[in-house]
């Protein structure tokens, strides 16, 4: 059971949030407990799904936004991320398990992605205090100035939802993936 009120319908939620959980369950055919739990924030529901839809029309792939929320995930020990990630990254992003795995341990099968997931992990790990080697590595993987802004903007925008799921044990409604097993 959630640590604060997880409203059971969209009606049940603040006004305010109505109709932007109007607009999750129009795009995505239900609302997520995610989505369900920020709504006790209006504002914070409209940053939330600003940020991460303008990062989806971005330069960075769907798979490589999968494989960074894995990465998230795994070392913030968000079970409701990695549960909802390993399912969009499957179903969605056509990431395979060898994959999927790989980006649970902090890199990808992919030699380009590889750069982006462990310039991810090394973001989370080290607070965002990297090294210019840290930034000329994913430079020379191939990214620009404006998809290694977006990596770290990725990185923001996940640790945003492990924390409000960790910070109120959001039920997890997807298939349970536990970040105890990596």
């Not at 992003?93 to 590889?114: F, Q, V, Y």
């Amino acid at each position: 059971m959630s640590r604060i009120p997880l409203p059971a319908s969209i009606d049940a939620a603040p006004a305010a949030s109505r109709p932007l959980l109007e607009g999750v369950n129009k795009m995505l055919g239900s609302v997520p407990n995610l989505f369900r739990i920020t709504a006790n924030s209006p504002a914070a529901l409209e940053g939330y799904l600003g940020l991460n839809g303008a990062l989806a029309k971005g330069s960075l792939t769907p798979q490589t936004r999968e494989r960074i929320a894995l990465a998230v995930a795994q070392i913030n020990g968000c079970d409701y991320c990695l549960s909802a990630h390993a399912y969009l990254g499957k179903t969605l992003a056509k990431l395979d398990e060898a994959e999927i795995a790989a980006n649970r341990n902090g890199g990808s099968t992919d030699p380009k992605a590889d750069a982006a997931v462990r310039f991810a992990v090394k973001l989370v790990l080290d607070r965002g205090q990297v090294s210019d080697a840290d930034v000329s590595a994913v430079k020379l993987a191939g990214y620009s100035e404006a998809e290694i802004v977006e990596i770290v903007a990725h990185v923001a925008l996940n640790t945003l939802t492990n924390y409000l799921n960790e910070a109120f044990d959001t039920p997890i409604d997807f298939p349970v993936v536990s970040t105890k097993v990596a």
